[in-house]
């Protein structure tokens, strides 16, 4: 393994470039240092991880390869992005097993992701997806030199990296296909994004807390604030589990660029790479992201936290029917199917259903039922966990495609893809993977009539079967009618 390869520098607020140049032997014997991390608010769910080494000087990657390869070997890449809420996030994360080619570095917070008039004027927009996009330009240029083959790479992530593999796929200047041929999304697809501008209050707000306001040009003096004073600015500032929750202060933006425009209708208009793809789901991928709204107790109060954080631009009538179709009936709830258990707070399970569908099943549904028309596409739901109140929660189905936690169908299907863009079994090949056959995703809208069985579905204990995609339709169809008008 080479760890902590340098692909790009760039100063704070500053578009990636090549690295420097070096000529002599380096020590790639250990991970490069995490790129600046945001403080998160403390939720009874565990600490998240900590890493020995943080820099702004982060853009390294790690390569894994297998000992006896070399430039002939034309092994297949994938390329894997962290997860994190693009606030937290590092290489470091997840223990992943081979093959593995590549394992990026991208910039979090507003060292990736700050957004105003001023940075769109500036073109510095979602540097964060441009150092994803620069990793990729580096694995073209020099992987072969492990033994990697630089037509056979694949990326893919988890969470915040599955939402940045979904933007690569629709990026204007990825349409081309040059620089991947799949990609892999766990537990995320790119959801309706805001613009720039629509970031300019908390960009206001970072000037202020770094006494930069009535400078005559912002980024500047931001750039020139020490690095331990501006991330204290930073880590006041509203985080994955406070109570904005994963309405994001940090995150990519439309930028007429980078994201030429909304990501939905991107899909919608067929402005994407034609690249095969696998995307699938936790069942409760909310549950997590609900306790931050605790406080959150009443029919009222569960309305107007969905209005206000969520949903603005709305109308009074759609938030009540949003109220109808996720109702304070706990067995609807998230954790699903564990009937009335596991409510902590009276609106636990239901603004937990709300926020799996709203963030995660809507856009998933959304983006499949369009691109299925188009190239290969598969599609899993892991429902295996139901035994606690966070239910088959956000991340927790990583084990099954990367640490043969579980059974060997996850890993198996997944170096299947990989290597031949399909998950299923190659005709005469012997591998860990059961014989069970996994259908490409129908296009078709699921209905009690056309149900779309094409879900891999993990379920409790280790079962595993393919069922059909037509849960919950009505209130998916009302938030994608919502959300892409």
Known sequence: MFLGVPFAQAGRFELPRAPKVFHDVQNASEFGPACPQQKLTPLPLGSPPTYPSISENCLTLDVFKPTDSNPASKLPVFVYIFGGGFEIGNSRDIDMFPPRQSFTR???????????????????????????????QWVQKYISAFGGDPDRVVIGGQSAGAISSSLLLLSNKQNSNTLFRGAV?????????????????????LVAANNCTGVSDTLDCLRRVPFGAFMATVNKTP????????????RPRIDGDLVLRDPLASVAQGAYAKSP??????????????????????????????????LPGISYEDIAQIGILYPEDPTQGSPFDTGAAYQLTPEYKRLSAFLSDFAYFAPRRFFLQHISKTQDAWSWLNKRGKNTELGAYHGSDIPLWFNIVGGTTGIDALINFIN???PNRPSGCSTLRSSLFWPKYNIAAPSALS?????????????????????RVDSIEFLNGLLFK
């Open 420 to 422: 031949t863009l399909d």
């Open 106 to 136: 991208n910039r979090r917070t507003p060292f990736g992701f700050l957004a105003s008039k001023e940075v769109g004027a500036a073109g510095i927009s979602n540097l964060g997806l441009r150092d994803q996009l620069f990793a990729l």
């Open 185 to 205: 999304m766990l537990s995320g697809v790119a959801p309706t994004e805001p613009s720039l501008v629509e970031g300019q209050s908390d960009y206001d707000g």
């Open 239 to 250: 985080d994955l589990f406070s109570y904005r929750s994963i309405s994001l202060v940090w």
């Open 277 to 310: 793809v696998m995307i699938g789901n936790d069942d409760d991928e909310g549950t997590i992201f609900a306790f931050s709204a605790a406080n959150v107790t009443t029919d009222a109060e569960f309305l107007e936290y969905v209005h206000s954080n969520y």
């Open 451 to 471: 149900p779309n069985t094409s879900l891999l579905t993990f379920s409790d204990p280790d079962g595993i079967t393919i069922t059909a995609d037509n849960f």
